[in-house]
């Protein structure tokens, strides 16, 4: 599995998005499902690129999309059900072509590091095609 916040990373503050646990997210067991991560770093990553100005919905309309090509998610600790969650969020790596993200999943209290991951994606156009992020784009979803 890759690091992820190696100190070889861009020294960058990871944006961070809170809720709580809704009980619809929790399983049998009173615990967090395990695809819910998945869904919390999207949350993550949406709330990272609109505090930066970028909206994918405008792109979406332009014909531009972006496609998750690999995520992973550690589970260190179990979440559970009203518990004050804290996603931090980070780009890794960018370019023209596709982005990274870096993902912190913490509980409020006591803070906790409950799961970690990476996504990495690609930008397609409207025919599922890599395409390239037009410029006036590029600035907002760089690293730093």
Known sequence: MRSCYTPT????????TRFRVRY???DQMGVVYHANYLIWMEVGRVELVRSRGFVYK???AEGLFL???EANC???FPARYDQEVIVETKVTKSNSRGVEFDYRILSAEPERLLA????KHLWLNRE???ARLPEQ???SIRLG
């Open 9 to 16: 990373r861009l020294a960058e503050q990871p944006h961070q």
């Open 24 to 26: 619809a997210e929790t």
């Open 58 to 60: 405008a792109l979406e």
């Open 67 to 69: 496609s998750v090509i």
């Open 74 to 76: 550690r589970y260190l």
């Open 116 to 119: 970690e991951g990476f996504t």
């Open 128 to 130: 599922m095609r890599p």
């Open 137 to 139: 784009y590029r600035d």
